[in-house]
Protein backbone atom coordinates (compact mmCIF):
# COMPACT_ATOMS: atom_id res chain seq x y z
CA UNK A 1 0.00 0.00 0.00
CA UNK A 2 1.33 3.10 -1.08
CA UNK A 3 1.94 5.47 1.93
CA UNK A 4 0.62 9.52 2.12
CA UNK A 5 2.29 12.48 3.46
CA UNK A 6 -0.60 15.30 4.29
CA UNK A 7 0.16 19.01 6.63
CA UNK A 8 -1.89 17.91 9.81
CA UNK A 9 -3.58 20.92 9.71
CA UNK A 10 -4.13 24.25 7.07
CA UNK A 11 -5.99 27.51 7.53
CA UNK A 12 -7.81 29.22 5.18
CA UNK A 13 -10.19 32.16 4.53
CA UNK A 14 -13.99 32.44 3.75
CA UNK A 15 -14.24 32.51 -0.29
CA UNK A 16 -10.94 32.17 -0.85
CA UNK A 17 -9.22 28.69 -2.88
CA UNK A 18 -7.69 26.61 -0.83
CA UNK A 19 -4.91 23.80 -2.05
CA UNK A 20 -4.75 20.85 -0.07
CA UNK A 21 -1.19 18.76 -0.99
CA UNK A 22 -0.72 15.43 -0.79
CA UNK A 23 2.56 13.50 -1.26
CA UNK A 24 2.18 9.93 -2.38
CA UNK A 25 5.83 8.79 -4.17
CA UNK A 26 5.42 5.19 -3.58
CA UNK A 27 2.45 5.29 -5.78
CA UNK A 28 2.24 2.21 -8.07
CA UNK A 29 0.96 3.17 -11.57
CA UNK A 30 -2.47 1.63 -11.23
CA UNK A 31 -3.27 3.19 -8.14
CA UNK A 32 -5.90 5.44 -8.81
CA UNK A 33 -5.76 8.53 -5.99
CA UNK A 34 -9.28 8.99 -3.81
CA UNK A 35 -9.90 12.31 -1.79
CA UNK A 36 -12.50 11.66 1.03
CA UNK A 37 -13.36 14.46 3.90
CA UNK A 38 -14.53 14.13 7.27
CA UNK A 39 -17.11 16.98 8.26
CA UNK A 40 -16.97 17.04 12.49
CA UNK A 41 -18.95 14.24 13.84
CA UNK A 42 -19.92 12.61 10.62
CA UNK A 43 -18.42 9.73 8.45
CA UNK A 44 -16.21 10.44 5.14
CA UNK A 45 -17.28 11.25 2.06
CA UNK A 46 -16.08 10.86 -1.07
CA UNK A 47 -14.95 13.98 -2.62
CA UNK A 48 -12.93 13.05 -5.90
CA UNK A 49 -10.71 10.87 -7.51
CA UNK A 50 -8.56 10.79 -10.80
CA UNK A 51 -5.89 8.37 -12.15
CA UNK A 52 -3.30 10.54 -14.40
CA UNK A 53 -5.34 13.53 -15.88
CA UNK A 54 -6.85 16.66 -14.04
CA UNK A 55 -10.57 16.30 -12.63
CA UNK A 56 -13.27 18.22 -11.96
CA UNK A 57 -16.73 17.77 -10.31
CA UNK A 58 -18.79 19.81 -8.49
CA UNK A 59 -17.11 19.30 -4.93
CA UNK A 60 -13.27 20.21 -6.08
CA UNK A 61 -10.77 19.77 -8.65
CA UNK A 62 -7.95 17.29 -8.20
CA UNK A 63 -4.79 18.15 -9.69
CA UNK A 64 -2.02 15.40 -10.19
CA UNK A 65 1.38 15.91 -10.74
CA UNK A 66 3.39 14.62 -14.38
CA UNK A 67 4.98 11.57 -12.15
CA UNK A 68 1.76 11.02 -10.19
CA UNK A 69 4.20 11.16 -7.03
CA UNK A 70 2.31 14.25 -5.70
CA UNK A 71 -1.50 15.50 -5.78
CA UNK A 72 -2.87 18.70 -5.37
CA UNK A 73 -7.11 18.59 -3.77
CA UNK A 74 -8.22 22.70 -4.74
CA UNK A 75 -11.35 23.87 -3.39
CA UNK A 76 -12.45 26.82 -5.01
CA UNK A 77 -14.50 29.27 -3.19
CA UNK A 78 -13.53 27.72 0.71
CA UNK A 79 -17.10 28.02 2.40
CA UNK A 80 -16.98 27.19 6.37
CA UNK A 81 -18.95 23.87 5.69
CA UNK A 82 -15.66 22.93 3.85
CA UNK A 83 -13.98 22.57 7.26
CA UNK A 84 -13.16 18.85 7.69
CA UNK A 85 -10.42 16.47 7.70
CA UNK A 86 -9.27 16.01 4.01
CA UNK A 87 -7.58 12.49 3.35
CA UNK A 88 -5.72 11.52 0.21
CA UNK A 89 -5.97 7.92 -0.54
CA UNK A 90 -4.38 5.58 -3.21
CA UNK A 91 -6.73 2.30 -4.40
CA UNK A 92 -6.06 -0.10 -6.70
CA UNK A 93 -9.17 -0.57 -8.81
CA UNK A 94 -9.21 -3.97 -7.74
CA UNK A 95 -8.98 -3.54 -4.32
CA UNK A 96 -12.27 -3.37 -3.54
CA UNK A 97 -13.82 -1.62 -0.53
CA UNK A 98 -10.50 -1.41 1.34
CA UNK A 99 -9.85 2.15 1.58
CA UNK A 100 -6.40 3.28 3.57
CA UNK A 101 -6.65 6.53 6.19
CA UNK A 102 -4.29 8.31 6.98
CA UNK A 103 -3.82 11.15 9.53
CA UNK A 104 -5.40 13.69 7.00
CA UNK A 105 -4.88 17.46 6.66
CA UNK A 106 -7.08 19.46 9.25
CA UNK A 107 -8.64 22.05 7.25
CA UNK A 108 -10.06 25.33 9.41
CA UNK A 109 -11.67 27.64 7.68
CA UNK A 110 -12.23 32.03 8.69
CA UNK A 111 -15.00 33.75 8.39
CA UNK B 1 -33.06 6.88 -1.56
CA UNK B 2 -31.76 6.44 2.18
CA UNK B 3 -28.15 6.95 3.05
CA UNK B 4 -26.29 4.51 5.90
CA UNK B 5 -27.77 4.02 8.66
CA UNK B 6 -25.93 2.82 11.95
CA UNK B 7 -27.33 1.85 15.43
CA UNK B 8 -26.90 2.54 18.08
CA UNK B 9 -25.39 5.99 18.48
CA UNK B 10 -23.48 5.79 21.15
CA UNK B 11 -22.74 2.80 23.69
CA UNK B 12 -21.03 2.28 27.19
CA UNK B 13 -19.98 -1.47 28.23
CA UNK B 14 -17.15 -2.66 30.42
CA UNK B 15 -13.97 -4.61 29.99
CA UNK B 16 -14.42 -8.11 29.07
CA UNK B 17 -18.30 -7.83 27.58
CA UNK B 18 -19.34 -8.45 23.96
CA UNK B 19 -21.10 -6.09 21.68
CA UNK B 20 -23.29 -6.11 18.64
CA UNK B 21 -23.12 -2.90 16.29
CA UNK B 22 -25.73 -2.60 13.39
CA UNK B 23 -25.30 -1.32 9.76
CA UNK B 24 -27.87 -1.07 6.83
CA UNK B 25 -26.60 -0.33 3.85
CA UNK B 26 -27.60 2.19 1.42
CA UNK B 27 -30.51 0.90 -1.14
CA UNK B 28 -28.83 -0.83 -4.10
CA UNK B 29 -25.34 -1.93 -2.42
CA UNK B 30 -23.94 -5.49 -2.28
CA UNK B 31 -21.11 -4.65 -0.18
CA UNK B 32 -20.28 -3.39 3.30
CA UNK B 33 -16.78 -2.31 4.93
CA UNK B 34 -16.57 -1.81 8.68
CA UNK B 35 -13.64 0.82 10.07
CA UNK B 36 -12.19 1.68 13.67
CA UNK B 37 -11.36 5.07 14.63
CA UNK B 38 -9.92 6.61 17.73
CA UNK B 39 -9.97 9.90 18.42
CA UNK B 40 -7.71 11.98 16.68
CA UNK B 41 -6.78 9.36 14.19
CA UNK B 42 -7.79 8.07 10.60
CA UNK B 43 -10.34 5.15 10.03
CA UNK B 44 -8.79 2.05 10.17
CA UNK B 45 -10.24 -1.07 8.14
CA UNK B 46 -11.38 -3.61 9.76
CA UNK B 47 -13.36 -6.12 7.20
CA UNK B 48 -15.38 -6.04 4.10
CA UNK B 49 -18.31 -8.02 3.37
CA UNK B 50 -19.55 -8.97 -0.24
CA UNK B 51 -22.92 -10.84 -0.32
CA UNK B 52 -22.69 -12.09 2.38
CA UNK B 53 -19.15 -13.48 2.65
CA UNK B 54 -16.31 -11.55 3.78
CA UNK B 55 -13.95 -10.18 1.69
CA UNK B 56 -10.62 -8.60 3.09
CA UNK B 57 -9.38 -7.88 6.83
CA UNK B 58 -7.38 -5.64 8.16
CA UNK B 59 -5.35 -6.14 10.92
CA UNK B 60 -7.82 -6.63 13.49
CA UNK B 61 -8.19 -10.17 16.29
CA UNK B 62 -10.55 -12.86 15.31
CA UNK B 63 -12.71 -11.58 18.21
CA UNK B 64 -13.94 -9.04 15.85
CA UNK B 65 -16.17 -10.62 13.42
CA UNK B 66 -18.94 -9.47 11.06
CA UNK B 67 -22.05 -10.60 9.38
CA UNK B 68 -23.85 -9.76 6.23
CA UNK B 69 -27.87 -10.62 5.64
CA UNK B 70 -29.05 -10.82 2.28
CA UNK B 71 -30.74 -7.59 2.35
CA UNK B 72 -27.33 -6.14 2.87
CA UNK B 73 -27.79 -5.10 6.57
CA UNK B 74 -24.71 -5.88 8.66
CA UNK B 75 -23.61 -6.53 12.06
CA UNK B 76 -19.94 -5.72 13.77
CA UNK B 77 -19.36 -8.34 16.57
CA UNK B 78 -16.59 -7.69 19.30
CA UNK B 79 -16.29 -10.27 21.67
CA UNK B 80 -14.12 -9.74 25.24
CA UNK B 81 -14.00 -6.05 24.98
CA UNK B 82 -10.80 -4.13 25.70
CA UNK B 83 -10.00 -0.18 26.87
CA UNK B 84 -8.24 0.12 23.72
CA UNK B 85 -11.80 -0.37 21.31
CA UNK B 86 -12.96 2.68 22.58
CA UNK B 87 -13.76 4.20 19.39
CA UNK B 88 -15.68 5.55 16.64
CA UNK B 89 -16.63 2.53 14.21
CA UNK B 90 -18.10 3.03 11.06
CA UNK B 91 -19.89 1.41 8.06
CA UNK B 92 -19.36 1.79 4.65
CA UNK B 93 -21.72 0.56 1.94
CA UNK B 94 -20.67 0.66 -1.87
CA UNK B 95 -21.56 -1.35 -5.21
CA UNK B 96 -18.94 -3.31 -6.86
CA UNK B 97 -18.91 -4.44 -9.99
CA UNK B 98 -15.25 -5.94 -10.07
CA UNK B 99 -14.01 -2.40 -9.78
CA UNK B 100 -13.53 0.00 -7.20
CA UNK B 101 -16.71 2.05 -6.45
CA UNK B 102 -17.51 5.12 -4.37
CA UNK B 103 -17.86 4.75 -0.28
CA UNK B 104 -20.66 6.02 1.42
CA UNK B 105 -20.45 5.94 5.11
CA UNK B 106 -22.95 6.18 7.95
CA UNK B 107 -22.44 8.65 10.68
CA UNK B 108 -21.18 5.99 12.59
CA UNK B 109 -21.26 4.50 16.25
CA UNK B 110 -19.31 5.91 19.53
CA UNK B 111 -18.11 2.91 21.44
CA UNK B 112 -16.50 3.48 25.20
CA UNK B 113 -15.88 0.50 26.99
CA UNK B 114 -15.02 1.17 30.88
Known amino acids: DAKTTQPNSMESNEEEPVHLPCNHS???????IHWYRQLPSQGPEYVIHGLTSNVNNRMASLAIAEDRKSSTLILHRATLRDAAVYYC????????????FGQGTELSVKP | ETGVTQSPTHLIKTRGQQVTLRCSSQ?????VSWYQQALGQGPQFIFQ???????GRGNFPPRFSGLQFPNYSSELNVNALELDDSALYLC?????????????FGPGTRLTVL
Open chain 2, 27 to 31: SGHNT
Open chain 2, 49 to 55: YYREEEN
Open chain 1, 89 to 100: IPRRDNQGGKLI
Open chain 1, 26 to 32: TISGTDY
Open chain 2, 92 to 104: ASSFIRGRMGEQF
